[in-house]
């Protein structure tokens, strides 16, 4: 189900917010909307992965051996 929440935003911002909805032939209250789901959905992934890494890394690192140090030798 869809949610609706009310936002302000100063006049530049949403002029912006209007050019590039125009640029996608969607209403300025849509293509905010399109926005923000696509950055939360980047937010939850990245989550996601950290969750992993923090629950896997030891038993990756036990089965495939750990990346080896690279050494920077000063020139």
Same mark, same amino acid.
């Given at each position: 189900m869809a949610? #609706?929440?009310r936002i302000q935003i100063s006049d530049e911002a949403y002029e912006q917010l209007q050019r590039a909805?125009? #640029?996608k032939h969607? +209403?300025?209250e849509e293509y905010a909307g399109q926005v923000l789901d696509a950055d +939360?959905?980047?937010v939850r992934f990245? #989550?996601?992965?950290q969750s992993f890494?923090? #629950?896997h890394a030891e038993g990756f690192a036990e089965r495939f051996g750990r990346p080896a140090t690279r050494r920077v030798d000063a020139a």
């Open positions: 949610q #609706e929440i909805a125009a #640029e969607v +209403l300025a +939360l959905i980047k990245l #989550e996601g992965a890494i923090n #629950e």
